[in-house]
């Protein structure tokens, strides 16, 4: 079993950053995708930034390119998502989760959730 638990949601406003992390615990973990998606209220989770745990290739939303950078450390286990130029569209609770296939981006291909984290962009 994996859990999976986010961090480092918050209120920013429009422009900020923020600085998510999903720290991996359990049996040995190694998977080999790892992503970060979000939910806004009343619409669909959707897929936000994923990478190859092996390697580090990683893929994006086009809606985030340019603005958001997702990275692992392999040593400790997490996997971060640094959001910048966050507009108030970006607002969502954000999830991470690990998938045991490569190159994932729908929802049905990941294996394990955290339980998310809040962030809210005022205008």
């Known amino acids: 079993q994996v859990q999976l638990v986010e961090s480092g949601g918050g209120l920013v406003q429009t422009g900020g950053s923020l600085r998510l992390s999903c720290a991996a615990s359990?049996?040995?973990?190694?998977?080999?995708?790892m992503g970060w998606f979000r939910q806004a209220p009343g619409k669909e989770r959707e897929f936000v930034a994923g990478?190859?745990?092996?390697?580090?290739?990683?893929y994006y939303a086009d809606s985030v390119k340019g603005r958001f950078t997702i990275s692992r450390d392999n040593a400790k286990n997490t996997v971060y998502l640094q959001m910048n130029s966050l507009k108030p569209e970006d607002t969502a609770v954000y999830y991470c989760?690990?998938?045991?296939?490569?190159?994932?981006?729908?929802?049905?291909?990941?294996?394990?959730w955290g339980q998310g984290t809040q962030v809210t962009v005022s205008s």
């Open positions: 990478i190859k745990w092996s390697g580090g290739s990683v």
């Open positions: 359990g049996r040995t973990f190694s998977p080999p995708t």
């Open positions: 989760a690990s998938s045991r296939r490569l190159g994932q981006q729908l929802v049905s291909g990941y294996d394990y």
